[in-house]
């Protein structure tokens, strides 16, 4: 199996299968949601791809709707959609799976591999599969239309963990010969608190409600993150920090990320992001249901205050966008989203959460 699938039709999922064809990858591309391939396969399955000012024309090997189809002779599957998906995927995938394929989220966002691990489980796999998450996209980008994208800016390094833990490093060598960025973290604790998306978009996206519904066109970062906005970002991304101490994961800080993966410079997140060139041409959305909220907030947010309330933890910031994005898009967040419960994490301790996170049962 020497294929490379991208399950998604989103940005993310067209930069990947565009960016790994011109490394000179075999790439399959399918989605859960055929019709945002179909322009695409009538285009020839090709992607008008532009990097670093430069255009050029990918032609994917395979662009189907036939997951069973599209997962033959594969051996690593990205996931590259919004983290709401992720269970329609699993119970998508999971009749067709074999042994050693590897099943990689882009990102996971927060508890994404171990929630895919027991999906796998409950729509009946018994494939000894691995199952990584990445703790951000590779690719600040954007598509352009439905056959064209642009990449932005490739971040210097993102860690991988899976679960088991063990064989994380299996994973990142299967992205070597095309990507050096990739890393091994220790465990998808680190991977899942390693969510700053989490801190970028919902927060943001909330307090510039007035500039979406007034349908005022605005660059997200650069106009939408003010000083004053930044702040309460610095003090929710504490909150952050502290659940993943607690949990004996240390992660880096949503400025000390920017210098690291982007480096940025500047004395606070304001600046930082004020001098991130990656971000300077992303505009916002003109909708509030946007997966800002609607994936960030259950399956980011949620996770994290779960987690946190589990060890007794307290997160107000974290809690408040919560609330006001459940009562904005009238829905359950909390209820709906990586609970303790939908995780299956509920009643468990400290310990025990760990050891699940490592293994993705109770392994001694």
Not at 80 to 100: C, E, M, N, Q, W
Not at 256 to 265: A, D, N, Q, S
Not at 340 to 361: A, E
Request: aromatic share 8%; charged share 20%; net charge positive.
């Amino acid at each position: 199996m020497n294929k490379i699938l991208i399950i998604g039709g989103g940005n993310g999922a067209f930069a990947l299968a565009a960016h790994l064809t011109k490394l000179g990858a075999n790439v399959n591309l399918t989605d859960v949601f055929p019709e945002y391939l179909e322009e695409l396969k009538c285009n020839g399955n090709s992607i008008n791809l532009r990097i670093n000012k430069e255009e050029s024309i990918e032609k994917i090997s395979m662009v189907t709707s036939d997951i069973q189809k599209a997962l033959k002779e594969v051996k690593l599957i990205m996931v590259v959609t919004p983290s709401y998906t992720h269970k329609i995927i699993s119970k998508r995938i999971a009749p067709f799976l074999k042994d050693g394929q590897m099943i990689l989220l882009n990102p996971g966002r927060t508890a994404g591999a171990l929630e895919m691990f027991n999906n796998l489980r409950k729509f009946g796999s018994t494939a000894n599969v691995i199952v990584g998450e990445a703790q951000t996209l590779i690719f600040s980008c954007r598509k352009l239309s439905k056959t064209s994208v642009e990449i932005y800016g490739i971040k210097d390094k993102v860690g991988i963990a899976s679960i088991p833990s063990e064989k994380s490093l299996d994973m990142v060598n299967e992205l070597k010969p095309y990507y050096k960025q990739f890393y091994a973290e220790q465990n998808c604790l680190i991977t899942s608190f390693s969510n700053i998306g989490a801190i970028f978009h919902p927060a943001p996206l909330v307090f510039n409600i007035g500039r979406v519904e007034s349908n005022e066109k605005y660059l997200f970062y650069k106009e939408g993150i003010t000083p004053s906005i930044a702040k309460f970002l610095e003090k929710l991304d504490g909150e952050r920090i502290n659940t993943a101490k607690s949990f004996s994961v240390s992660v880096l800080s949503c400025i000390e990320w920017l210098k690291k993966i982007y480096f940025t410079t500047g004395n606070n997140l304001y600046e930082n992001l004020q001098n991130n060139q990656a971000y300077s041409q992303i505009y916002g959305p003109n909708s509030i249901n946007v997966r800002y909220l609607t994936e960030e907030v259950p399956m980011s947010l949620v996770p994290i205050s779960e987690l946190a309330n589990s060890i007794g933890i307290k997160t107000p910031m974290i809690d408040s966008i919560i609330e006001i994005s459940s009562i904005l898009l009238n829905k359950d967040f909390r209820k709906e989203g990586r609970n303790l419960n939908n995780l299956g994490l509920k009643g468990k301790n400290k310990m025990d959460i760990i050891k699940i996170f490592i293994n993705g049962d109770l392994k001694e």
